[in-house]
Nanobody, 124 residues
């Protein structure tokens, strides 16, 4: 099992940027696909982005494609989500997650470890 801790959330104006971080510990980061999900009030948790161990493979939800960038630093056991051109509809609690699937996946059930989440609020 890997432990995940997100940081970087906060209040940002529409059109602004924010960078989320996720620190992993507890087991090797090697070979793990990492993902970001988000959950807005009253809505289901939804996929945002995922990145494979090699960083060659990334996957994005259509709603964030072109605005968000997922990246990872395997040496530092860290995952990032750079969010640009934020919109009020991006407001949610953002979670990082770990999966043993070798390719990026949007399937929530494929992820076995989750962080506690960090709140991002985008003001209009």
């Amino acid at each position: 099992q890997v432990q995940l801790v997100e940081s970087g959330g906060g209040l940002v104006q529409a059109g602004g940027s924010r960078r989320l971080s996720c620190a992993a510990s507890g087991r090797t980061f090697t070979g793990i696909t990492m993902g970001w999900f988000r959950q807005a009030p009253g809505k289901e948790r939804e996929f945002v982005a995922a990145i494979a161990w090699t960083a060659y493979g990334t996957l994005y939800a259509d709603s964030v494609k072109g605005r968000f960038t997922i990246s990872r630093d395997n040496a530092a056991n860290a995952l990032y989500l750079q969010m640009n051109r934020l919109k009020p509809e991006d407001t949610a609690v953002y979670y990082c997650a770990a999966s043993n699937v070798l390719v990026p996946t949007a399937t929530r059930a494929s992820y076995h470890s989750w962080g506690q989440g960090t709140q991002v609020t985008v003001a209009s």
